[in-house]
């Protein structure tokens, strides 16, 4: 051994690698938790959404025709779309058609992800639950 110290080129190596297989885990993990969150997000909309719609029809005793009918979303009839944030990017358009008031978004990698529900579902209806559900585990082990 001589005098000098500091790493080897092999243990620098295999500390990139431990890194590499710990990125390779995490970062998927990470994203389909974002991904979760703002369809959560979505599915509170809905949710409020199909409440506003039973307050708009005992009042007017029709269901809105677009999302910014409703009291909740603001109350103008002009408005045709919500998004479920405030930025723009990745976030879901919530819209009405006919009775079903529908939330969708692109996921890139994915598809589009599209939640819906109607006035009489007690619970919203996801398009493909598998859609945000991509994990490293599945794809190396299955």
Request: aromatic share 10%; glycine share 8%.
């Amino acid at each position: 051994m001589s005098g000098r110290s500091g790493y080897s080129l092999v243990e620098l190596m295999v500390v990139s690698a431990i890194v590499a297989i710990l990125a390779a885990v995490a970062i998927p993990a990470y994203i389909n938790h974002i991904n979760r969150a703002k369809q959560s997000e979505a599915l509170e909309v809905l949710l409020r959404a199909r409440m506003s719609q039973e307050v708009f029809w005992s009042e007017n005793g029709r269901y809105a025709n677009t999302i910014g009918c409703l009291q909740t979303f603001g109350g103008t009839c002009s408005r045709a779309l919500y998004r479920t944030s405030s930025t723009t990017v990745k976030s879901y358009l919530v819209s009405i058609s006919g009775q079903t008031i529908m939330a969708q978004r692109v996921i890139a990698g994915a598809g589009t992800d599209v939640l819906w529900i109607t006035p009489g579902d007690p619970l919203p209806t996801i398009s493909d639950p598998e859609k945000l559900g991509f994990s490293i585990f599945k794809w190396l082990f299955e």
